[in-house]
């Protein structure tokens, strides 16, 4: 990125570890999601400027995502009033098909930990996984992804990063 971003540009963040890269990169982070989620990060920020003075310029946001992840910020922003620009800066491709697909239960495997959607869909197509695993997910988008492929979720993190799929594991 060319230039510095202004001081008066305010850097948000949907979760812990993306506020240190924030940090470490670009200086500052001033707002993580308190639930380590896209709705949570957009109704923060929906909230946190709902009082603007009558007349007060529309709060502009931009939006650096991955190319297929949700549009939460748009979908709660803009009809908040919000001028919302998208960027995707980054595109996460799973693991393609594989045959055979290695058998899990073989190997002992018991438990999964799973931290995002993509990696859902890599395992799927790499992996069997064995009737009765401990299915443990980062959050609801990766809940709803292995739920989508088959897969019974047993338990989800309760805030993003590994802390929280550790303090979630039976």
């Known amino acids: 990125m060319p230039g510095e971003i202004p001081e008066s540009v305010a ?3 949907v979760g812990p570890a993306t506020a240190d890269a924030a940090r470490a990169l670009l200086g500052r982070c001033q707002l993580v999601a308190p639930k380590g989620t896209g709705v949570s990060l957009a109704e923060t920020l929906r909230d946190a400027l709902a009082n603007r ?3 007060a310029m529309r709060p502009k946001v931009a939006v650096a995502a991955a190319d297929r992840a949700e549009q939460h910020l748009e979908r709660l922003l803009i009809p908040a009033g919000f001028e919302v620009a998208r960027v ?3 595109r996460t491709v799973p693991a393609p098909p594989e045959t055979p697909r290695v058998a899990l239960a073989a190997l ?9 959607p993509s990696a859902v869909a890599g395992l799927v197509h790499r992996a069997v996984v064995p009737d009765g695993a401990v299915i443990v997910t980062i959050g609801p988008a990766t809940t709803e992804a292995a739920r989508a ?8 993190a309760h805030r993003p990063g590994l802390d929280g799929i550790l303090e979630v594991i039976p």
């Open 11 to 13: 850097i948000a963040a």
């Open 53 to 55: 003075p009558p007349g």
């Open 88 to 90: 995707d800066v980054y």
């Open 108 to 116: 002992g495997v018991d438990t999964i930990l799973l931290a995002s």
């Open 149 to 156: 492929h088959g897969l019974a979720v047993l338990a989800e």
